[in-house]
C-alpha cells in the first residue's frame, strides 16, 4: 500500500536553530499538508499545498515557517529559528483531491532544547 | 478556528463490548473522517463521509455523517484489545483544511 515517507522519525535542535523537515507524499496525489501535534493534545493544521504554491495557511504558520517542494517528490517544511513551544510531532499528509481522505506520514519528532 | 467538540474524551470497555463516540461542531462540513491514532505513529484513516446522511462501514466500525452536517458519530462493535487508541475526527468546511477533535481515547479490557 502507498505510504507517505517522513525523515527524520527524531530530531532534536538546539533553540535558533533552522530544522527543515523532510516528506515525501504518495506519487499520485496532487494535495500536500503539514499538520502537527503537541504532546497529548490534537492534530493541528498547519498548511495545505498545491500547485506549487500555498493555499492555505493557519495562525500557527508565520513567517519562521515555510514550505517547499523542491523537486518532483519531496515536500519540505523549514524552521527558520526554532522557538521551544515548536517541539511537536510534526506530520505530513497528502491526498489525491481536496476534500479527500488523507494518508499521513508517520511523523517527525521535533524537539527543542 | 473552527472547534469540534469530541466526546467521550476517554473510554474504559470490557473486550466484546459495542463503542460509541461522536464529534459535534456550530459549523457545517462537507467532509467528515474518522482516524484512529497509536502512540508515536501518524493518524490511520478509517472511515471517510462526504454526504450528509451517509452511512459507512468498515469492518467492525460504523460511522454516519449527521444529517445538519455539523455533526458524525462512530460505531465500534464487539471490540478487540486492537482497538485500543485514540480515535479522532475531522471535518472540513470550506476550505483545504481539515479540523482535528481533541480525540477518544479507548482502552479495552480483556
Known amino acids: 500500500e502507498p505510504e507517505v515517507t517522513q525523515t527524520p522519525s527524531h530530531q532534536v535542535t538546539q533553540m535558533g536553530q533552522e530544522v527543515i523537515l523532510r516528506c515525501v507524499p504518495i506519487?499520485?496525489?496532487?494535495?500536500f499538508y503539514w499538520y502537527r501535534q503537541i504532546l497529548g493534545q490534537k492534530v493541528e493544521f498547519l498548511v495545505s499545498?498545491?500547485?506549487?504554491?500555498?493555499?492555505?495557511k493557519s495562525e500557527i504558520f508565520d513567517d519562521q515557517f515555510s514550505v517547499e517542494r523542491p523537486d518532483g517528490s519531496n515536500f519540505t517544511l523549514k524552521i527558520r529559528s526554532t522557538k521551544l513551544e515548536d517541539s511537536a510531532m510534526y506530520f505530513c499528509a497528502s491526498s489525491v483531491r481536496n476534500g479527500d481522505g488523507y494518508t499521513f506520514g508517520s511523523g517527525t519528532r521535533l524537539t527543542v532544547v | 478556528g473552527q472547534q469540534l467538540n469530541q466526546s467521550p474524551q476517554s473510554m474504559f470497555i470490557q473486550e466484546g463490548e459495542d463503542v460509541s463516540m461522536n464529534c459535534t461542531s456550530s459549523s457545517i462540513f462537507n467532509t467528515w473522517l474518522w482516524y484512529k491514532q497509536d502512540p508515536g505513529e501518524g493518524p490511520v484513516l478509517l472511515i471517510a463521509l462526504y454526504k450528509a446522511g451517509e452511512l459507512t462501514s468498515n469492518g467492525r466500525l460504523t460511522a454516519q455523517f449527521g444529517i445538519t452536517r455539523k455533526d458524525s458519530f462512530l460505531n465500534i462493535s464487539a471490540s478487540i484489545p486492537s482497538d485500543v487508541g485514540i480515535y479522532f475526527c475531522?471535518?472540513?468546511?470550506?476550505?483545504?483544511?481539515?479540523?482535528f477533535g481533541s480525540g477518544t481515547k479507548l482502552n479495552v479490557k480483556p
Open positions: 475531522a471535518g472540513q468546511g470550506n476550505f483545504n483544511k481539515f479540523y
Open positions: 499545498f498545491y500547485n506549487n504554491e500555498i493555499s492555505e
Open positions: 506519487s499520485n496525489h496532487l494535495y
